[in-house]
């Protein structure tokens, strides 16, 4: 049984920062690629941003790249996703997932076969 527990969301205002967590258990956490996914009120569940396995390389949604940063530490089993210069348009329930397997950093939620609780992250202006 794979748990990943999401933490760190909050309320901030624009040009804030926040630091999300997710913590892993139940598998092998170094082998996979994690993800980060959000899902806003009324519509789809995009990408933000994805890791490989070893942490050495990523990969970002145009909208997040150079404002946020995904980082791990397999030894404590936990992903992060740093947010800097928040915006009110990244309002949304924050998703951390591990992926299927056999994707170097993968971007597409078919990819990705279990999800945390999520974690809402909102931003006032």
């Known amino acids: 049984q794979v748990h990943l527990v999401e933490s760190g969301g909050g309320l901030v205002q624009a040009g804030g920062s926040l630091r999300l967590s997710c913590a892993a258990s139940?598998?092998?956490?170094?082998?996979?690629?994690m993800g980060w996914f959000r899902q806003a009120p009324g519509k789809e569940r995009e990408f933000v941003a994805a890791?490989?396995?070893?942490?050495?390389?990523?990969y970002y949604a145009g909208s997040v790249k150079g404002r946020f940063t995904i980082s791990r530490d397999n030894a404590k089993n936990t992903v992060y996703l740093q947010m800097n210069s928040l915006k009110p348009e990244d309002t949304a329930v924050y998703y951390c997932?591990?992926?299927?397997?056999?994707?170097?950093?993968?971007?597409?939620?078919?990819?990705?076969?279990?999800w945390g609780q999520g974690t809402q992250v909102t931003v006032s202006s």
């Open positions: 139940g598998r092998t956490f170094s082998t996979y690629a």
């Open positions: 997932a591990t992926d299927r397997g056999g994707w170097e950093i993968p971007s597409s939620t078919y990819q990705y076969v279990y």
């Open positions: 890791i490989n396995w070893s942490g050495g390389s990523t």
